[in-house]
């Protein structure tokens, strides 16, 4: 049986990138808790934050080396981060402090 071109195609330039690029994982904001409250990751993995709130958020992180801050976030709003290194990241809300997520970045 042959494999039509297109089929090879992919399969020899489309899937190797594929591998190589980082998962994406979802983190949700709801009744002002960050949900997971924890997650492990790889470096050059992706976390998209969700505001799943009728409130606002404004996330951040303060931990050396993995600083970020994605202003406010408005009900229904989704912002994407990719971590590129190792290490163990406090993830906070400017707006209710309660708010605490650790992103466990892995090599
Ligand atoms: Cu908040």
Redesign the pocket.
């Known amino acids: 049986m042959r494999l039509p071109l297109t089929v090879l195609v992919f399969a020899l330039f489309l899937l190797p990138l594929a591998a190589h690029a980082g998962s994406d994982h979802i983190i949700t904001?709801k009744g002002?808790k960050f949900s997971p409250g924890e997650i492990s990751i790889k470096a050059g993995d992706t976390v998209t934050f969700v505001n799943d709130d009728k409130t606002r958020?404004?996330v951040y992180s303060r931990t050396k080396g993995h600083k970020f801050k994605i202003k406010k976030q408005k009900p229904g709003d989704e912002d994407s981060i990719t971590f590129d290194s190792a290490g163990a990241i406090d993830v906070r809300?400017a707006?209710?402090p309660k708010?605490k997520l650790v992103i466990n970045v892995s090599d």
């Open positions: 904001q002002k958020h404004n809300c707006i209710h708010m």
